[in-house]
C-alpha cells in the first residue's frame, strides 16, 4: 500500500510512470507496473518476438527491445545471469524488463519534449506508436507491439485525437475527435 499510495502520489503532480512487467514469463500481474496509471513494458528480442523471461497477460501496456542491451557495470560488483561479463571499459549487455523500461521513459521525454502532452495523451500515445511484434504464442500477450520511437515524434503518426484542430467545420477537442465514416465488406 505504501508504494502505490507514492505511485498514486507522483502521478497526481503529473509524473508519467513507466515500470518493468518482470521477468518470470508468467501472466499474473507484478508491481509496481501492473497498478492503474503506470505503463507497464514487456522485453522483446533481437528476432522481434516477445523475450522468453518477459512477462506478460493484458496488464502490459508496450514492449521495447530488452535483450543483449549495452548498460554500464560498476567495477567489482556482481550481476545476475542475464547480464554479460562487463570489459574492461564498465559496459556490458543485460537483458531484462528493466532494460526495456527506460527506452519507453525516454521515448516519452522525447515526444514530450516536442509537445506539451498530458499523462493521458502520452500513454495514448505510446499505445498507438508502436510496431507488431511476431507473437508466436497469442495467449502471452505484450501489449499491442514494440515501440516506435519514429512513430512518436512524426506529425502524421500521432493519434488526431491528441491535438487541437480544425477538420471540416468540426472542431476537433485535444481530448477526443469525432470520426465518420463507413466501412463495408463480405465479414
Not at 497498478?35 to 522485453?43: E, K, S
Not at 485525437?161 to 468540426?170: E, K, T, V, Y
Request: charged share 10%.
Amino acid at each position: 500500500p505504501f508504494l502505490k499510495d507514492a505511485l498514486d502520489y507522483a502521478y497526481s503532480q503529473g509524473a508519467i510512470l513507466v515500470a518493468a512487467a518482470g521477468n518470470n514469463d508468467a501472466d499474473a500481474p507484478f508491481y509496481p507496473a501492473a497498478y492503474p496509471n503506470v505503463i507497464a513494458v514487456a522485453a522483446t528480442d533481437q528476432t522481434n518476438q516477445r523475450a522468453s523471461f518477459s512477462n506478460y497477460g493484458l496488464w502490459v501496456d508496450i514492449a521495447a527491445p530488452g535483450v543483449s542491451i549495452i548498460s554500464t557495470f560498476l567495477p567489482g560488483a556482481t550481476y545476475g545471469s542475464a547480464c554479460g561479463a562487463p570489459t574492461g571499459t564498465g559496459y556490458g549487455p543485460c537483458g531484462g524488463t528493466s532494460m526495456a523500461t527506460p527506452l519507453i521513459s525516454a521515448i516519452a521525454g522525447l515526444a514530450l519534449s516536442n509537445n506539451p502532452l498530458t499523462q493521458n495523451q502520452i500513454t495514448t500515445l505510446i499505445g498507438s506508436a508502436y510496431d507488431p511484434v511476431i507473437n508466436t504464442n497469442s495467449n502471452k500477450y505484450i501489449g499491442p507491439g514494440r515501440i516506435n520511437a519514429l512513430k512518436m515524434v512524426t506529425p502524421s503518426a500521432v493519434p488526431i485525437a491528441l491535438f487541437s484542430n480544425i477538420m471540416d467545420g468540426r472542431f476537433v477537442s485535444s481530448e477526443g475527435a469525432i470520426i465518420e465514416g463507413t466501412a463495408s465488406g463480405s465479414n
